[in-house]
């Protein structure tokens, strides 16, 4: 039963860990302005390190709830700026954007546990354990 808190610590951060990246991008901070995010070409970045590190730290295990936390600290406002689908008056882009929305906020979730349990076994953080 261990490897399964591990499986789903490669599952869950593997979203972060890819998309991370994408945030030092010109397109990708060009449509974040586009959606009002404040000082796009240093918030973007920054929020795409809290994703890369944050999601890596739930890999492996190491400092896991810090990670977490980074994680939470990410998807608050991402969710809230970036999937705004109350805002849109197309209804499809709104339906597209509140999956988005709802899928962040499960996310969030799992970061909440993860913060609250830490990594479980086969991490680095109970490496003794």
Same mark, same amino acid.
């Given at each position: 039963m261990d490897y399964l808190a591990l499986l789903?610590?490669?599952l869950y951060s593997a979203i972060?860990?890819? +998309? +991370?990246m994408g945030h030092f991008s010109h397109g990708t901070i060009a449509y974040a302005a586009n959606q009002g995010v404040p000082v796009p070409f240093l918030l973007v970045p920054l929020?795409?390190?809290m994703a890369l590190i944050g999601g890596l730290s739930i890999l492996i295990g190491y400092k896991a709830r810090l990670g977490a936390w980074l994680i939470v600290l990410f998807l608050i406002p991402v969710?809230?700026?970036?999937h +705004?689908?109350?805002s849109l008056s197309d209804p499809a882009m709104a339906e597209i954007q509140k999956i988005m929305f709802m899928k962040n906020l499960s996310?969030?979730?799992a970061a909440l546990l993860i913060a609250y349990f830490g990594s479980g076994p086969l991490s680095l953080d109970n490496k003794n354990g």
């Open positions: 789903g610590r490669i972060f860990i890819m +998309a +991370a929020s795409g390190l969710t809230l700026m970036m +705004a689908f109350w996310m969030l979730g």
